[in-house]
C-alpha cells in the first residue's frame, strides 16, 4: 500500500492510501490494525507521511560516500539523532538557519526507515518484520555547526526546524520485500548531484534495525535515516552548499520524488 498524510478540504488531518489518482481514507492504526475505505479524500496539502517518535541517522552508511569525505569504513553503525520536530512536509521550504547562523547547508538524499511494531533486541533474520515501510529523506545537515561551532555540535547541526524532509509517500513493506536493490539520487536545481544504489550501504536496513534495538527499545513511529550516498556539497570541488532558490530532490525508485526549495530562516 502506498500510505500518504494529507490536510484535506474540510481541514482536518488523514492517513489515506493512493491509488491512481485518488486518495482514499485509512481508518484504524497504521501501527496496529487499519483498513483502506471507500471515501476519497480531497488533498489540499501533502504532509510527512508520519509524525516521528524519534529519529535515529547513520553516518558514513555508503562505501563510495565514506570515501569521499576520506574516512575509514567504520566497524559499527555511526549512530546520531534528529529532533522530531525537524520534520518538513513535501513541498515546504528547507530553512537556512539565520538566529543561529549557518553558511554550510547541505543536503543528503536517504532511504528512511518507518519501524512498525516495538522492537527491542531483534536478529537480523526478523529485523524487516518490524518494519511498517519506507519513504524517502533528506539528512540536511549544517557542516559549520556540525564540525566548528560550539566546539562542533554535531546533534545541533543536524536539527534545525525543516532539516528533516521526509515523504511524499510511505511504501509498505510488502512492496518492498528487499530494501538493499533501490536507486536513490539527490538532484540540485534539475542537476544529479548523487546517484548511487541502497546495495552500496556498508551496513544494511536488517543489520541497522537489530544493532539499533540492541538493549533498546524501538517505539512504533521510529525512523531511521540509512545513510547517504556521495556527491554531497561538503565533499564537491568547489564547496556547494545549498542557498536561498535552490531546489533539492531526492528520488528513490519504488518510492517517489520529495522535493523542497531553499528560503532563508525569518528573524
Not at 54 to 81: D, K, Q, T, W
Not at 174 to 196: A, M, Y
Not at 217 to 223: F, I, W, Y
Request: hydrophobic content about 40%.
Amino acid at each position: 500500500m502506498e500510505i500518504v498524510r494529507i490536510q484535506n478540504a474540510d481541514g482536518n488531518i488523514y492517513y489515506g492510501a493512493e491509488v491512481g489518482n485518488h486518495v482514499y481514507r485509512i481508518e484504524g492504526d497504521i501501527y496496529g490494525d487499519y483498513v483502506q475505505t471507500n471515501e476519497r479524500l480531497e488533498p489540499v496539502k501533502r504532509l510527512a507521511p508520519i509524525e516521528p517518535s524519534a529519529i535515529f541517522c547513520i553516518g558514513l552508511n555508503y562505501r563510495a560516500h565514506a570515501e569521499e569525505m576520506g574516512s575509514a569504513l567504520p566497524e559499527h553503525p555511526v549512530v546520531f539523532m534528529k529532533n522530531p520536530a525537524s520534520v518538513c512536509h513535501p513541498d515546504d521550504p528547507i530553512l537556512l538557519p539565520r538566529h543561529l547562523h549557518s553558511d554550510q547547508v547541505d543536503y543528503e538524499a536517504e532511504l528512511a526507515v518507518v519501524i512498525g511494531k516495538r522492537c527491542k533486541n531483534v536478529s537480523v533474520e526478523n529485523a524487516l518484520d518490524y518494519v511498517l515501510g519506507y519513504t524517502c529523506a533528506n539528512d540536511v545537515s549544517a557542516r559549520d555547526w556540525q564540525k566548528f561551532h560550539g566546539g562542533g555540535q554535531w546533534i545541533k547541526g543536524k536539527s534545525f526546524d525543516t532539516f528533516c524532509p521526509l515523504g511524499p509517500i510511505l511504501v509498505t513493506a510488502d512492496r518492498i520485500p528487499n530494501p538493499q536493490i533501490l536507486p536513490i539520487r539527490g538532484i540540485l536545481n534539475s542537476q544529479i548531484r548523487q546517484e548511487s544504489w541502497t546495495g552500496d550501504m556498508i551496513f544494511s536496513v536488517a543489520e541497522l534495525i537489530a544493532f539499533l534495538s540492541g538493549s533498546t527499545t524501538l517505539l512504533p513511529g521510529t525512523v531511521i535515516l540509512t545513510g547517504t550516498p556521495p556527491g554531497v556539497g561538503m565533499a564537491a570541488d568547489p564547496q556547494r552548499f545549498l542557498k536561498q532558490g535552490d531546489e533539492f530532490t531526492v528520488e528513490i525508485t519504488g518510492i517517489g520524488s520529495l522535493r523542497n526549495k531553499i528560503e532563508a530562516e525569518v528573524i
